[in-house]
């Protein structure tokens, strides 16, 4: 017998700004947080927009504040925080070589080890890099540990920071949006642009919480991860590698297609990628894929990259305990080749039960999370 892995603490930061409303309220507006990078120096980038937070501090700092939020809304003790491991999602470009040298951290696992420290967390720390799947791997790894009973809870984090490398590296490759906009599923729709996001989730066992007389706000109910191999960069237009994962994911929920009530998708507004997250979506849900109500909160705060699991999984979250659908931002017109249920603009309030967080990476890796209602 397995144990319900709920929700009961969380923290986000965005472009939107730092606590878990600010963000909530943009994505339910749909109002996008891009603006021209003034961090560093673009140079001569072909596109110069972003979603970042204007006083962002470094990585470490703006980690350890989320973490600390998380757990106080968890309502953790001194005691619970020292038997609770870390899992962190993070990457290793410019913002960790800064904090480096600022002596806060050795890479993505030292940062790790460094940020349970200070936090008053268990010893034990994991570090996570498979780029943009990183968030939603923790994720799944924290829930199939306390759900089998290795662990009563864990925290877990992503943290990323728009910084000069991996807006060069994006911009180089022709995959950010020149016209300044992410436009996820839409005619017309240019590409990617990148955003902050740091998120801290505590996930903890039925048992566990209901001896603390912890509230919960959702429930992690199922995870699945799949992966396809088709090529370095692009996705399988099939969707073959995303439409596992998902099906493996409502499999450990026990919860049926039809039953999905949103989806958060990947959605990074580029053309090769959303048309192969539609097509996994029409093979995974079958025909409950065109009534099912679909948006990208990237669209809104743009994509955090290895912390994109975790961003929009607290976002996903919020959303189901608000009642709101996130809109999807920036949408112009359907384009047939993904042609889905897109939340265009703001819904009235309704009972969501169960929705699914999706996430895919370059090499192939697929991710998907199944979110429900507490």
Not at 43 to 50: I, K, L, P, Q, W
Not at 181 to 199: E, H, K, N, T, Y
């Amino acid at each position: 017998m397995t144990e319900a892995v709920l929700v009961t603490g969380v923290a986000v930061a965005t472009a939107a700004g730092r606590g878990a409303e600010a963000s909530l309220a943009a994505v339910l507006a749909g109002r996008p947080t891009f603006a021209e990078v003034r961090r560093f120096d673009c140079g001569a980038s072909r596109t110069r927009a972003a979603a970042t937070l204007p006083d962002a501090r470094s990585l470490a700092a703006e980690l350890r504040e989320a973490v600390d939020t998380a757990c106080r809304d968890g309502g953790l003790g001194a005691a619970d925080l020292a038997e609770t491991p870390l899992l962190l999602a993070a990457g290793t470009g410019t913002t960790l070589r800064r904090a480096d040298r600022a002596g806060d951290t050795a890479g993505a696992a030292g940062l790790a080890t460094r940020l349970a420290e200070r936090c008053g967390l268990a010893g034990a720390a994991r570090a996570y890099t498979a780029a943009c799947v990183a968030g939603s791997s923790a994720l799944a790894e924290a829930a199939s540990m306390i759900a089998y009973g290795r662990l009563e809870r864990a925290v877990v984090a992503g943290g990323f920071l728009v910084d000069a490398d991996h807006q060069a590296l994006f911009d180089a490759g022709r995959a950010l949006a020149d016209d300044g906009q992410v436009r996820p599923f839409s005619r017309g729709r240019r590409g990617m642009l990148l955003g902050d996001g740091i998120a801290a989730v505590v996930l903890e066992s039925a048992t566990a919480a209901g001896r603390r007389a912890a509230t919960a706000r959702g429930r992690l109910a199922g995870w699945g991860r799949a992966g396809d191999a088709y090529h370095v960069c692009q996705p399988d237009p099939a969707g073959a590698g995303l439409a596992r994962a998902i099906t493996r994911a409502l499999s450990r929920a026990g919860v049926a297609g039809g039953q999905i009530d949103y989806v958060n998708a990947n959605g990074t507004g580029t053309s090769y990628a959303d048309a192969a997250e539609a097509a996994a979506l029409r093979v995974a849900l079958a025909d409950h894929a065109d009534a099912v109500p679909v948006s990208s909160t990237k669209s809104v705060h743009g994509h955090a990259l290895e912390a994109s699991g975790v961003v929009e999984f607290v976002i996903t979250v919020l959303a189901l305990g608000a009642g709101r659908l996130p809109v999807n931002a920036g949408f112009v017109a359907p384009d047939d080749d993904c042609r889905l249920d897109g939340v265009v603009r703001a819904p009235a309030r309704a009972e969501l039960r169960h929705a699914l967080s999706l996430n895919f990476a370059f090499g192939g890796a697929n991710s998907a999370l199944v979110v429900s209602a507490a």
